[in-house]
C-alpha cells in the first residue's frame, strides 16, 4: 500500500530536483502526445529543444528571438513571484498587460508626431501606471470587501480584452489604415520605436528591464525587509502578524509591484516586436509567466533560467507547427504540461512516499 507521510521540513533537494523531473516527464508525455498525432516524438522534441539553438538552418533568426520571447515571460514572472510568496494569487497579469500596453501607446499616439527624447521614458511611465491601476482594482476590493482577488484578477482579463478590441477598432484606430482595424506602427515612429539595443541580439529594452527586475528581486527578497515580510507572510501568515506585518499594505505592494512590471512587458511589446495596437495584440504572456514563476521555483534566478526555456518552448513550437504541422493547440498543451507536471511531483518536496503491507484482520 502506497501512502504519502509529511516531511518535518520540506526536502531542499527535491525543491531542486522536481523542476528538472517536471520537464523530462513533459518531454516523455509530450513525445506520447506527439505520437499519437502521427509525427515522430523524437524529431518532434528534437525540433522544440534543439533545432533553434543548433541548427544552422534556424539559429540565425531563433536564437534572438530566445530574448525577445522571454523578456515579457520574466518580467511578468519575476512581479507575479512576490505576490505568490505572500500568499497573493495575482492570475490576472495578461489584463494588466494589455492595460500596460494601451497606456504606453496611448501617450506615443496621442503626443504623434512629436520627435523628443522624453517621450519613450514617458511611456514607460505611463506603461507601468497602467498596468498599477488596473491591478489596483483586485487589491482595492480585497482590501476593503474581502474579496477574492484570483477571481477579480481573472476576470478583469476579458474586461481589458474588451478594451483593447475597442481601442483598436475605435479610439486607437490608424486614420491613414485604411479602415482596418489597429493603431499606427510604432516601430516606424522613431520617438516611441523600443528597438534593439545590440543589432541582431534581440536585446531592447524590455529584455534589459526584465534583467534588472531579477537582480531587484534578488536583493529585495535576500536584502530588505519587505522581502522579509514577504516570505513570513507566505510561510507563516500567524506569525507574520504577530511580527506587526500589515496583511492589507502587503496586497497592495504586492498586486501593485507584479501589475506594473506586468505593464511595461506590454508597453515594451508594443513599442518593439508587436508595434501596433490590434485585436490581436496579447499572446498569453500573462498567463505563460504564472507557469514560469512556479518552474523557476519563485526565485529570481529561477525565473530567468525558466523564461528562457519556456521562449525556448515557444520558438520550437512554432518551428514545429511549421516543419512538422504539428498543431498549434497541441503545443499549448505541451507548454502547459510543465506546470501540471511540475505541480504534481512538488508533492515530493513536502511529503515522502512510504510502502506499507496492508494489515489482514
Not at 476590493?141 to 480584452?161: G, M
Not at 506569525?239 to 501593485?256: E, K, Q, S, T
Request: contains cysteine.
Amino acid at each position: 500500500m502506497i501512502r504519502l507521510e509529511k516531511r518535518p521540513q520540506p526536502s531542499r533537494a527535491w525543491t531542486v530536483a522536481t523542476p528538472l523531473l517536471a520537464v523530462a516527464l513533459t518531454m516523455v508525455a509530450g513525445g506520447l502526445m506527439f505520437a499519437l498525432l502521427g509525427k515522430d516524438p523524437v524529431v518532434a522534441i528534437r525540433t522544440i529543444f534543439w533545432d533553434p539553438l543548433f541548427n544552422e538552418q534556424f539559429a540565425s533568426y531563433s536564437r534572438p528571438q530566445l530574448l525577445v520571447k522571454a523578456g515579457p515571460l520574466i518580467l511578468i514572472a519575476t512581479g507575479l513571484s512576490l505576490g505568490f510568496r505572500a500568499g497573493i494569487w495575482n492570475i490576472g497579469a495578461e489584463g494588466q498587460y494589455i492595460m500596460g500596453a494601451l497606456a504606453g501607446a496611448g501617450v506615443a499616439l496621442a503626443l504623434y508626431p512629436l520627435d523628443a527624447w522624453f517621450l519613450f521614458p514617458l511611456m514607460v511611465l505611463a506603461g507601468a501606471l497602467g498596468g498599477w491601476a488596473w491591478a489596483m482594482i483586485p487589491a482595492i476590493l480585497k482590501t476593503r470587501f474581502r474579496t477574492n482577488e484570483i477571481l477579480v484578477s481573472l476576470l478583469l482579463v476579458y474586461v481589458a480584452e474588451q478594451v483593447l478590441a475597442s481601442m483598436a477598432l475605435g479610439l486607437m484606430k490608424n486614420p491613414e489604415g485604411g479602415g482596418f482595424p489597429g493603431s499606427r506602427n510604432l516601430q516606424h515612429y522613431p520617438a516611441a520605436a523600443n528597438t534593439e539595443l545590440i543589432a541582431g541580439t534581440g536585446m531592447h529594452w524590455g529584455v534589459a528591464a526584465a534583467f534588472i527586475a531579477v537582480i531587484a528581486a534578488y536583493v529585495l527578497l535576500t536584502r530588505h525587509i519587505l522581502g522579509f515580510r514577504i516570505r513570513l507572510a507566505g510561510q507563516s501568515p500567524r506569525a507574520a502578524r504577530f511580527a506587526g506585518v500589515n496583511p492589507n499594505a502587503l496586497v497592495v505592494i504586492c498586486l501593485g509591484l507584479s501589475g506594473a512590471l506586468a505593464g511595461l512587458a506590454g508597453m515594451f511589446e508594443v513599442a518593439g516586436p508587436a508595434g501596433r495596437i490590434n485585436i490581436g495584440f496579447n499572446q498569453g504572456y500573462g498567463f505563460t509567466a504564472i507557469i514560469v514563476a512556479f518552474l523557476g521555483r519563485l526565485h529570481p534566478v529561477g525565473i530567468l533560467l525558466a523564461g528562457l526555456l519556456m521562449a525556448l518552448t515557444y520558438i520550437g513550437g512554432e518551428l514545429a507547427q511549421f516543419m512538422l504541422g504539428i498543431p498549434s493547440a497541441a503545443i499549448q498543451a505541451f507548454q502547459g504540461m510543465l506546470l501540471f507536471f511540475l505541480l504534481g511531483v512538488d508533492v515530493l518536496s513536502h511529503y515522502r512516499i512510504r510502502l506499507s503491507r496492508r494489515r489482514i484482520a
